[in-house]
């Protein structure tokens, strides 16, 4: 299985942008589909989840109210709208697949397989 995150770049605060992970490679064995963000000096933290085949997304508590996940079965492709962005917001984001079907938020050791990361910047 192979994850390709894309769609990061400079955006202001209060503004908006949507991640694509595009998947590929034995969608069959995917259950669930993530995405997390790593700001410089932190740790992996989970943003969203969503089944892979129905259901609806997750989200950590601090991102439910401005972000969203979303997938299209069709173009075997994972979306994060985020909006109302805040310099806090500044990370790099990584989209990640998992064999099981999970529900809710977990960690990111949870997942097999990850994308390189695309570089989401918000200035104040």
């Known amino acids: 299985v192979q994850l390709q995150a894309s769609g990061g770049g400079l955006v202001q605060a209060g503004g908006s942008l949507r991640l694509s992970c595009a998947v590929s490679?034995?969608?069959?064995?995917?259950?669930?589909v993530a995405w997390f963000r790593q700001a410089p000096g932190k740790e992996r933290e989970p943003v969203a989840s969503?089944?892979?085949?129905?259901?609806?997304?997750h989200y950590a508590d601090s991102m439910k109210d401005r972000f969203t996940i979303s997938r299209d079965n069709a173009k075997n492709t994972v979306y994060l709208q985020m909006s109302s962005l805040k310099p806090e917001d500044t990370a790099v984001y990584y989209c990640?697949?998992?064999?099981?079907?999970?529900?809710?938020?977990?960690?990111?050791?949870?997942?097999?397989?990850w994308g390189q990361g695309t570089l989401v910047t918000v200035s104040s």
């Open positions: 990640a697949a998992d064999p099981r079907r999970r529900v809710g938020v977990w960690p990111a050791s949870a997942y097999d397989y």
């Open positions: 490679g034995g969608t069959f064995r995917i259950g669930t």
């Open positions: 969503i089944p892979w085949s129905g259901g609806i997304g």
